[in-house]
Structures are given as C-alpha cells and as structure tokens.
C-alpha cells in the first residue's frame, strides 16, 4: 500500500550510543518531516525538508541531524543519543504549496529508549 | 511562537451522545486546520480538515471554523465507543513551500458502553 514506511518500529539505545531512523514515502510528495511526541506535550517538530536538497530546523532540532537522501527518502540521526530523546517518532509527508491542502501522512513511528 | 491550544481531558461521553472537542490558536494568519484521531500506541489519522468558516459535515462528524474568534471545533455525533482515542488538532501557516503543522497537545476522548 502507498504510503510512508519508518524503520526501526523499536529501539533501545544506551547513552552515548548513536542512531539513524529511517523514512520513506512513495506518494511523489515535495515535503518530509520528523516529529517527536512525549507525554503531554503533544507532537513537537524537529525538522522539516521543503523539497529535495533543502532542510531546516523545526521547534527542537538540538542533538539530531537530518538528510533528504532523494525526493523519497528523509533520515534523521541521534549522533549521541540522551535519555532525554526516548520518545515516539514519527516521520510524516506532504504534497506542498497547492490547494487545497490535504496535511501529512504519517508513517506508523519509531518507539526509542534511551537507557 | 504560534500555538495551539486544547482542552486535554480527558472527555468521557456516554454512547449515542455527542462529543464535542475545541482547539484555539495564535496565529491569525492561519487557514487550513486539520483534525487527526489517535488510538494508543498508533500514529495519527487524518478525519477532518476545514478552510473555510462555517460548518464542514463528514458521516458522523463535523468541524467547525471562526477565524474571527480563532477557533475551531469537532463534534463527533453518535459517539462510538470505537471513537475511544487522542484526537489532535493541527494549524497549517497560510503560505510557504513547507507548510508544517503546528499541533495541540490533544483530547482524549472516552466513550461509555
């Protein structure tokens, strides 16, 4: 089925351990995006790529980096992973600038401890 | 910083009644609003999305829009226990190649059998 693909579903890290989520979606869409969700705090944006070969911080980019491989593929990585970063991911993409505008589709996330 | 606000429950409704959800936001300049249901342990799923004022009717669900208060609703009528989750409202800014979403911390909706 179409849509957006996240690996891995679960992961334990120890601290200072480094990591790389993976996403990919195959909707022929322009923007990606990496969210994070913890507790009553709601989905938080870490960052975002407009189009391909473009990318830029969201609302809590600090301790991750992130690639827009192809128009299909958008990695984030833990370069030294924190307790602080266990958390749910979830990679999500768009269609863009037109309207209407439809919102995301989400990948089914990225459960991350950090021990 | 633009924000989203919601009440976070949670809500418990009997079944068959209707179940009414409420978000705020900041950002004035904001016009397309996204309402997305999450069960436990799942990711979000789009149900409804409005541009314009008024009322948007879908199957059992509406939203609702005024910008000039900046406010947006859904009711959710004959409520369903399978209704039972987090639904999560979100705000697109009006312009730009990205458009990501700003979301509120969610309701937690609780149907009774």
């Known amino acids: 089925n179409a849509g957006v693909t996240q690996t891995p579903k679960f992961q334990v890290l120890k601290t200072g351990q480094s990591m790389t989520l993976q996403c990919a979606q195959d909707?022929?869409?322009?923007?990606m995006y990496w969210y994070r969700q913890d507790p009553g705090m709601g989905l938080r944006l870490i960052y975002y790529?407009?189009?391909?070969?473009?990318?830029d911080k969201g609302e809590v980019p600090n301790g991750y980096n992130v690639s827009r491989l192809n128009k299909r593929e958008f990695s984030l990585r833990l370069e030294s992973a924190a307790p602080s970063q266990t958390s749910v991911y979830f990679c999500?993409?768009?269609?863009?600038?037109?309207?209407?505008?439809?919102?995301?589709?989400f990948g089914s996330g990225t459960r991350l401890t950090v021990v | 910083q633009k924000e989203v606000e919601q009440n976070s429950g949670p809500l418990s409704v009997p079944e068959g009644a209707i179940a009414s959800l409420n978000c705020t936001y900041s950002d004035r300049g904001s016009q397309s609003f996204f309402w997305y249901r999450q069960y436990s342990g799942k990711s979000p799923e789009l149900i409804m999305f409005i541009y314009s004022n008024g009322d948007k009717e879908d199957g059992r669900f509406t939203a609702q829009l005024n910008k000039a208060s900046q406010y947006v609703s859904l009711l959710i009528r004959d409520s369903q226990p399978s209704d039972s989750a987090t639904y999560l409202c979100a705000v697109a800014p009006p312009s730009g190649s990205a458009r990501q979403l700003t979301f509120g911390s969610g309701t937690q909706l609780t149907v009774l059998p």
């Open positions: 999500a993409s768009s269609g863009g600038a037109g309207i209407p505008y439809y919102g995301y589709t």
């Open positions: 909707m022929n869409h322009n923007s």
């Open positions: 790529s407009a189009s391909e070969g473009t990318t």
